[in-house]
């Protein structure tokens, strides 16, 4: 009984072995494989969204640069220009 038991024990050990073996040389081939493509273009709700999203910030975005680079451009601006 007590041999039968030790030869199952090893019996399982190979089985584990062959099977932890089996699943590395699966994910190996698994990995060198390249996967199939899966970009999808944008749909067009999304670039609609983007286009909207850049045309009500991009003139704020220009002033807060324009503010950067001269400070006095906004001090004196008036009905007949910034520069004056």
């Given at each position: 009984m007590?041999?039968?038991k030790g030869r199952r024990l090893e019996s399982e050990k190979a089985g584990?072995?062959?099977r932890t073996t089996s699943m590395l040389v699966t994910a190996r081939v698994a990995?060198?494989?390249p996967a199939p493509s899966s970009w999808q273009p944008?749909?067009?709700m999304?670039?609609?969204v983007v286009l909207c999203f850049v045309v009500t910030?991009?003139?704020q975005g220009v002033l807060a640069f324009l503010s950067g680079v001269d400070q006095d451009?906004?001090?004196n601006a008036g009905a007949?220009?910034?520069y004056l």
């Open positions: 007590l041999k039968m584990e072995y062959n990995m060198a494989t944008p749909t067009s999304l670039v609609a910030e991009l003139p451009i906004f001090h007949a220009g910034p």
